[in-house]
């Protein structure tokens, strides 16, 4: 018989997960910090999502409703969607492990591409499962090397799009490609996390794709919207998949105010449109002055860019360049570019301040 062990021991893969390392946050003593380099809202929150993020803090000693009815609706109500089919959790980061733990066990795979989000081989791991990372092309998820990737033991497939930290996106035809390719046992989770900063015409936030197929869950997040620390996420997916998870999912996952404020978030329409539109605005102006000789700027349909430099330490001494100045962007050796940095659409002034301590870098500036 084998021997007890000296000590309760974790689940096989729990020790083979790297943490979530967030960038930095603070800047050196006597400097005030711009930060961008969480991806952050750049105008805010809603001002009607404030308002009822306050209003809904009057009563802290109330639970929450426990499905998030409210919230649930809102979302129905703006994107035209069944409530019924929407689950709401603390951020979209709650959602991806509850569908790990739903739907990946020992001896299974979930594909992901090469630089997608890092939280994807977290909550694999963590449910004793293996991570299988596809090639790239350009910085840019494969179709044909993520079905390339796909085994037998293969259960869910990860897709981040626009993606993080790379900003580059797939088509909707391009989607119903990878979906066409996929068995119907294996679990398509599309994370649509940046969709609101999106304005590529081909573009499809995964919707459609989840009306018509049973294994295609589309997650979606508020905390690029402004409500980054209220901590909302939801996922529209098939009645069996949201059956499944509502089973293991806590049953207050999401806080009072929280469902008020995202409620409050999803209705004000306007405010989504005038965010998207800044961004697209300034994401354009700064891919313009930074892209040169020196630096790459990849296309981008999120609310950042990724600039490449040529090589790690020329990226590592831009880095520390923008830090002395208290401009906090992303360093991204975690996702394997090395070379590159991830630097957040925030305010006008950040931006041209940003591109003036870059130019030593090889940044052309702006001629505007």
Not at 346 to 368: I, N, Q
Request: aromatic content about 8%; glycine content about 8%; hydrophobic content about 45%.
């Amino acid at each position: 018989m084998p021997t007890p062990a000296s000590r309760p021991v974790p689940q096989p893969g729990i020790l083979k997960i790297a943490p979530y390392v967030p960038g930095k946050s603070a800047a050196p003593a006597g400097v005030t910090p711009i930060k961008l380099s969480a991806n952050e809202s750049p105008l805010g929150a809603s001002p009607k999502a404030i308002e009822a993020l306050l209003k809904a803090d009057e009563q802290p000693e109330i639970y929450p409703e426990g499905t998030s009815r409210i919230l649930r609706e809102a979302l129905g109500e703006v994107h035209g969607i069944d409530a019924e089919r929407i689950v709401c959790g603390n951020g979209s980061d709650d959602l991806l492990h509850l569908l790990a733990q739903c739907y990946l066990g020992d001896g299974d795979e979930a594909v992901m591409a090469r630089h997608g989000f890092s939280v994807y081989p977290i909550v694999t791991m963590g449910a004793s499962a293996e991570i299988i990372m596809a090639p790239e092309t350009d910085y840019r998820a494969d179709v044909d090397a993520l079905l390339g990737a796909v085994t037998a033991k293969t259960k869910v497939l990860f897709l981040a799009n626009p993606n993080n930290p790379t900003g580059t996106y797939l088509s909707g035809a391009e989607l119903t490609r990878l979906h066409a390719g996929l068995r119907p046992d294996i679990l398509f989770v599309l994370d649509s996390a940046y969709a609101e900063y999106v304005t590529a015409e081909d573009y499809a936030v995964g919707i459609e794709l989840v009306d018509r197929a049973e294994n295609v869950v589309m997650v979606r997040t508020f905390s690029k919207m402004g409500l980054a620390a209220s901590r909302i996420g939801w996922m529209y997916a098939p009645e069996h998949v949201v059956d499944v998870v509502n089973r293991i999912r806590g049953p207050f996952n999401v806080n009072r105010p929280a469902q008020f404020a995202g409620a409050a978030a999803a209705r004000d329409v306007a405010f989504t449109a005038r965010l998207r539109a800044y961004n697209a605005k300034w994401r354009s102006w700064l891919t313009r002055a930074l892209a040169g000789n020196a630096i790459r700027v990849v296309p981008s349909e999120a609310n950042f860019v990724l600039a490449l430099f040529e090589d790690a330490a020329t990226s590592r001494a831009a880095f520390n360049a923008l830090f002395a100045e208290g401009l906090i962007v992303r360093e991204i050796g975690v996702y394997g570019i090395e070379n590159g940095l991830r630097i957040s659409i925030g305010p006008e002034a950040a931006m041209r301040r940003l591109v003036d301590v870059l130019k030593p870098f090889g940044a052309p500036g702006a001629t505007d």
